[in-house]
Structures are given as C-alpha cells and as structure tokens.
C-alpha cells in the first residue's frame, strides 16, 4: 500500500481555524475531507499558528516540514496587512519559506491575501503583487485570494455586512459556512498541487 501523501498547511489563524468551537470544521480537517471525498489519499497537516505573520512562518518552516513532507500550502500575510509591516519584509520572508521549499524539492501552493486600501494605494499595489512575483519567480502554484469562495457565494470581503453570514462574530475569521466555501474555492488549486506531487 502506497503511503498517502501528506500536505503541510503553513498559516496563520485562517489555517488553525481560530476560534471554532469544533476544530473538525476548522479548515485543514474540511480541506482534507473535500480532497478524500474526491478519492485522494491524502493527509492535510494543520502548521497554523493563530497570530502569527510571514516572519513567524520563515521562522518555522523548517521544523515545520517533516519528512513526511509532499507538498506545502502557504497561507500568510494576513497578520502583516493587520500591523501595516512594510511589504517588502513580507516579501522577504516569504522568499524564504518558497526557499527552503524549492530546497527540499516540494511543490507549494501559494496562496494571496488582498490587502485593504487604509494603508493607501502604494501600500495595496507592493501587497498585492508580491505573491504573484514570488510565485513566479519559484514556479509555485498560485491561489489569488485566499477569500474568493466567499465571493462566489456572493459575499464582498470589503463589504462587512455581506460577509456578516459567513464569518464569526470578529468579522475576521470564517465560521463553518464560511470555511466550506473557502474550501470549496481552494480545493480545485489543491487538487492541482496534488497533480504536481512525484509518484
């Protein structure tokens, strides 16, 4: 019997699914059920830390990464937009993690967070386009907005009111509607992941 394949999901409290009174509706539990239930084998590990910024990832990936290790999910700057950290540091630490990625020989799947426009529009437009110059400049995968399972159900992440139905009562964090719809968005990307993962 072939060993399933193990994804690691590096993130933040997105990933850890913060604040769910039942962790199994938190989103790498309902990832890996999505990708089961499309007949993979696989195991989604959940290297979400609630808080934490890219800085914290670089800082982790590595022990984050097992040797059971296949591929790997990145999901973070959403603390970064929070603290206004200059985006070219958050550049810089996501390099790193794409680095050490692209050192062991993983796939990832880099998954973007839109930033808002308080900080202004020099600050939105370094944000925005770092994830797609990192993804290209290593080859990754590239999900555009972490949130775009919500638009599709017709929710506006910029717009708190729509998003009210699908998000906790901090208006940050999904709840379990909200979670499936995420999912439902990403897991196709994931699938793709999968695709790239070698025999």
């Known amino acids: 019997m072939a060993e399933p394949v193990t994804i690691v999901a590096l993130g933040d409290s997105l990933t850890a699914g913060y604040g769910l009174a039942d962790q199994t509706h938190g989103f790498v539990p309902v990832l890996e059920g999505w990708l089961q239930a499309k007949g993979h084998d696989v195991t989604v590990q959940n290297a979400g830390v609630s808080g934490d910024t890219t800085a914290g990832g670089l800082a982790r990936v590595g022990w984050s990464l097992g040797p059971e290790a296949d591929a790997l999910i990145v999901t973070l700057g959403g ?16 390099d790193g993690i794409l680095k050490e990625a ?4 993983l796939p990832v799947l880099l998954v973007a967070m839109k930033a808002p426009g308080n900080f202004g529009p020099e600050y939105k437009a370094a944000f925005d386009a770092m994830y ?7 080859g990754t995968l590239l999900a555009d907005d972490f949130f775009a399972g919500l638009r599709s159900a017709g929710a506006d992440p910029s717009d708190p009111a729509s998003l009210a139905a699908f998000m906790q009562a901090d208006g940050l964090h999904p709840n379990p509607d909200g ?21």
Do not use: C, F, H, M
Request: net charge negative; charged share 25%; hydrophobic share 40%.
């Open 102 to 105: 692209e050192a062991r020989n």
């Open 79 to 94: 603390n970064d937009l929070l603290r206004g950290i200059d985006p070219a540091a958050s550049k810089a630490n996501l």
């Open 132 to 138: 797609g110059e990192l993804s290209t400049s290593y």
């Open 179 to 199: 979670v499936k719809l995420i999912v439902d968005g990403l897991g196709p990307q994931v699938e793709d992941l999968l695709a790239k993962v070698a025999p």
